[in-house]
């Protein structure tokens, strides 16, 4: 019999069951103003039947669909509050059994920012961390509040080298601090603007979930 979706009071979600009988979860934030129905094509793209995805949508409502925080006035505390939600959704997930190193945590955009905020400071650590086209908002604090269970996941950082919304610069010279301090982190530069590119990208990110999930 095949695992019942987890139920989720956190957020707004959909859960997509996977072709086999597994407890491997992908976790999909989006960006802004786009939904969790912008991810749904995910599932299909990776083709893994050993995997589950649960796709969120951000709190606020913008542009015509939904964010993780406003670009003004102050982002600070909607991060905060988003973080906190992402807290409730994990401990929603223990709950039902769905054990935290077999769940791989993405991002794209602004669901990258929240994404590597939360793997960074969370106590336990996850199956993996695949954060697109994003950055760190806090970085001057990192070395003070990273967690040891952020340096035992993997993780994969990819962006666009001609994003014309994120430059490369930052998140480059971002990924670079972070292996520094430690995090196992593969990085792959993209010939992409601020998007998800169907070929090369999707197969790395296959790829790579494969090495971890076999």
């Known amino acids: 019999m095949a695992s019942p979706a987890p139920q989720i009071d956190s957020f ?12 491997r979860l992908v976790v999909v934030l989006h960006g802004r103003g786009d939904s969790l129905e912008g991810f749904l094509w995910l599932p299909g793209a990776i083709s893994l039947s050993r995997l589950n995805y649960l796709s969120l949508n951000a709190p606020l409502e913008a542009l015509g669909g939904y964010a993780w ?22 401990a929603e997930l223990e709950a039902q059994d769905w054990d935290s190193r077999e769940i791989v945590l993405f991002g794209f955009s602004q669901g990258c920012v929240m994404a590597t905020d939360f793997a960074l400071r969370w106590e336990k650590p996850l199956g993996g961390l695949i954060g697109v086209s994003g950055y760190i908002y806090f970085p001057d604090t990192l070395e003070a509040e990273i967690r040891p269970e952020a340096k035992e996941q993997p993780w994969l950082i990819t962006h666009g080298t001609h994003d014309p919304i994120l430059p490369i610069e930052r998140t480059r010279s971002q990924v670079r601090r972070l292996k520094e301090l430690g995090l196992r982190i593969d990085w792959l530069e993209v010939h992409k603007d601020h998007s998800m590119d169907p070929g090369a990208e999707v197969a790395a990110i296959r790829d790579w979930i494969m090495q971890r999930f076999p």
Do not use: C, N, Q
């Open 69 to 90: 925080y406003p670009l003004e006035p102050d982002p600070v505390p909607d991060i905060l509050r988003g973080r906190a939600k992402l807290l409730r959704l994990f």
């Open 12 to 23: 707004t979600s959909h859960f997509f069951r996977g072709g086999e009988e597994s407890r």
